[in-house]
């Protein structure tokens, strides 16, 4: 039974699961920023339980599939050697796992920053789409904004 829960998750299943598992998190967040789903369940560590398994899973595979860890070191080098890395699947779901919990990570700042500053949801919505496909543009957006509601710049907060 085990053998064939990990047989099935290969690179690219996992993937998919993770494209689609961070789906319902974003809509809640979209569109229900203020429920008490979004608050015990989006905004919480539980979403990030789950990408870090994924995480570590992927690590896993990559562990038994005898990948160059040491090479990975070689990213900061050049932009050719970033260029390298990214032609291994492995390291390049790594980085996506690494890049939606970053984006979702993000999300949820957004909608807590926002409840505290009465900022209202619809207005929310467009960083937090921007947020979802790149994320530090839609951070900018969601800041910019912010800086109307709190009425000051605060670049520390």
Do not use: Q
């Not at 979004?38 to 995480?55: D, V």
């Not at 992927?58 to 038994?64: E, T």
């Not at 619809?122 to 951070?139: D, E, K, N, Q, V």
């Amino acid at each position: 039974m085990i053998e064939e829960i990990y047989n099935y998750f290969t690179i690219e299943m996992l993937y998919y699961w993770v494209n689609l598992g961070v789906l319902p998190f974003w809509i809640i967040l979209i569109f229900f920023p203020r429920s008490n789903l979004s608050k015990y369940f989006i905004t919480s560590i539980f979403p990030f339980i789950i990408l870090s398994g994924t995480y570590i899973f992927v690590l896993y595979k990559s562990y038994l599939n005898s990948y160059d860890f040491y090479n990975n070191f070689s990213l900061y080098l050049s932009l050719e050697s970033l260029s390298d890395l990214f032609t291994d699947k492995l390291y390049l779901m790594i980085f996506w796992i690494h890049f939606i919990s970053i984006n979702l990570f993000v999300g949820g700042w957004i909608v807590k920053d926002s409840i505290k500053f009465s900022i209202n949801k619809i207005l929310i919505a467009i960083p937090l789409i921007i947020t979802y496909f790149i994320g530090p543009i839609g951070l900018l957006f969601y800041w910019l904004l912010r800086i109307f509601y709190a009425k000051n710049i605060n670049l520390y907060d």
